[in-house]
Antibody
Framework: QVQLQESGPGLVKPSGTLSLTCTVS????????WSWIRQPPGKELEWIAY???????NHNPSLKSRVTISEDMSKSHFSLKLTSVTAADTAIYYC?????????????WGQGTMVTVSS | QSALTQPPSASGSPGQSITISCTGT?????????VSWYQQHPNKAPKLIIF???LRPSGVPHRFSGSKSGNTASLTVSGLQADDEATYYC???????????FGTGTKVTVL
């Protein structure tokens, strides 16, 4: 079955760039929506962005222009870049999948990776 | 876009039923039949248990059911079991500009 695995640095300096990759195994990336979702410690979930078939993206307007999401189907992964990070970006970052038919339902999640923003 | 409002906590004894509310606005919960519910055990990723208001993914017990009235969605867990002790989050579609909004979360305790 399809599995997702996040990877990337666990510590990022303030004003730096957070870069994460989600590797997809056990299935195709084509025709699915791939999202990043984060959860600050003890807080609720926040959707960050999605990418679909490499060409279509959308992101949470609260993150303005700091977010870039991309997809590389040939390598079975998609990535997140978040620039100008602050302590408020400290969170568990999850990657997740949703289908074209049920775009609003994230049916498969990665285990999550903790990212701390600190000097 | 503000988070959807959920009660911070709910509890019940084994075998009982509990209902968790999720209140939004006409721009999210009330405007679309795209409400999902997720169960999150401590230190685990969320798990989808309800989508499109009242549909269950394969493998999710019938004890979990969803409904919606106006700007408020609800999750009912019947026949509470010890493993139901978790935090539950609702989510709704909120339009193309910011498609996904989550709830504040409800921690369920099985007494």
């Amino acid at each position: 079955q399809v599995q997702l695995q996040e990877s990337g640095p666990g510590l990022v300096k303030p004003s730096g760039t957070l870069s994460l990759t989600c590797t997809v195994s056990g299935g195709s990336m084509r025709s699915y929506y791939w999202s990043w979702i984060r959860q600050p410690p003890g807080k609720e979930l926040e959707w960050i962005a999605y990418v679909y078939n490499s060409g279509s993206t959308n992101h949470n307007p609260s993150l303005k222009s700091r977010v870039t999401i991309s997809e590389d189907m040939s390598k079975s992964h998609f990535s997140l870049k978040l620039t100008s990070v602050t302590a408020a970006d400290t969170a568990i970052y999850y990657c997740a999948r949703s289908t074209v038919a049920t775009i609003t339902a994230f049916d498969i999640w990665g285990q999550g990776t903790m990212v701390t923003v600190s000097s | 876009q503000s988070a959807l409002t959920q009660p911070p906590s709910a509890s019940g004894s084994p075998g009982q039923s509990i209902t968790i509310s999720c209140t939004g606005t006409s721009s999210d919960v009330g405007g679309y039949n795209f409400v999902s519910w997720y169960q999150q055990h401590p230190n685990k990723a969320p798990k989808l248990i309800i989508f499109e208001v009242n549909l269950r993914p394969s493998g999710v017990p019938h004890r979990f059911s969803g409904s919606k009235s106006g700007n408020t969605a609800s999750l009912t867990v019947s026949g509470l079991q010890a493993d139901d002790e978790a935090t539950y989050y609702c989510s709704s579609y909120a339009g193309s500009n910011n498609p996904f909004v989550f709830g504040t979360g409800t921690k369920v305790t099985v007494l």
